[in-house]
């Protein structure tokens, strides 16, 4: 039988494991990379349009 240690070895294990997995298959732009959201207009890129 394991002891409570042990279980949560493994189970923080397990944990980095998913993390791991997410991380390796999530863009590094993120939901909201490259956007304005929340912020205004800093006259960048799109500056002149419209």
Known sequence: ?????EKREVEIKKEA????????????????GGT?????HDGGMNAGRG
């Open 1 to 5: 039988m394991m002891t409570d240690r």
């Open 17 to 32: 494991e998913r993390i791991k997995k997410v991380a390796e298959n999530s863009s590094t732009g993120g939901q909201l």
């Open 36 to 40: 304005f959201f929340g912020q205004e």
